[in-house]
């Protein structure tokens, strides 16, 4: 439960469903980029919020 998905309270439409996608994506980058455990990548990822997801999508 990294994602709290449980406290969501998007509950309406496409919505539950486009954010499951989004979760994949980010734990299919999360373990391209080499981490074992999911929260610990976020942890990781969240000391530079503006500039680390952007270096795991080599867009930066």
């Known amino acids: ?5 449980d406290a969501s309270k ?3 439409g496409r919505g539950p ?7 994949n994506f980010a ?3 999360l373990r391209d ?3 074992r455990s ?3 990548g976020l942890r990781e990822t ?4 503006f500039t680390r997801p952007l270096d795991l999508l ?3």
């Open 58 to 60: 080599d867009l930066a």
């Open 10 to 12: 998007i509950r309406a």
């Open 17 to 23: 469903e486009n954010m499951a996608t989004l979760r």
């Open 27 to 29: 734990i299919t980058t």
């Open 46 to 49: 969240s000391y530079a919020p």
């Open 1 to 5: 439960m990294t994602f709290t998905e």
């Open 38 to 40: 999911i929260a610990a």
């Open 33 to 35: 980029a080499g981490h």
